[in-house]
């Protein structure tokens, strides 16, 4: 199973961007990846899911238009562009993934696993 370390988090005002960054500890090409967040007090949340060829993408519809996930299997890197930040962005941002045979990217994102382990994720805090 592949092991992620997520960085490029930071405290940026409401509108702002960050690109955050997602290494895999291996060969991510047959992968289906996803971006999930945590807030304070509420369960991770799938925000973003990328299949493993990169042509199928999942959003949630609280970031449609304001995320942009993209992977670079030649570097085993995901990425998540963030715009317009907004408060209720604040939460701590890991990646997911499930090998491409057994799931998709909707899939992967909205269906909860509880045996999913977290790496340590990167911090975002959206404040003015």
């Known amino acids: 199973q592949l092991q992620f370390v997520e960085s490029g988090g930071g405290l940026v005002q409401p509108g702002g961007s960050l690109r955050l960054s997602c290494a895999a500890s291996?060969?991510?090409?047959?992968?289906?990846i996803g971006w999930f967040r945590q807030a304070p007090g509420k369960e991770h949340e799938g925000v973003s899911c990328?299949?493993?060829?990169?042509?199928?993408?999942y959003y949630a519809d609280s970031v449609k238009g304001r995320f942009t996930i993209s992977r670079d299997n030649a570097k085993n890197t995901v990425y998540l562009q963030i715009n317009n930040l907004k408060p209720e962005d604040t939460a701590v941002y890991y990646c997911?993934?499930?090998?491409?045979?057994?799931?998709?990217?909707?899939?992967?994102?909205?269906?909860?696993?509880?045996?999913?382990?977290w790496g340590q994720g990167t911090q975002v805090t959206v404040s003015s």
């Open positions: 291996g060969f991510t090409l047959d992968y289906t």
């Open positions: 997911a993934a499930r090998r491409s045979v057994y799931t998709g990217v909707q899939a992967l994102c909205t269906i909860p696993s509880p045996q999913r382990s």
């Open positions: 990328i299949s493993s060829n990169g042509r199928s993408i």
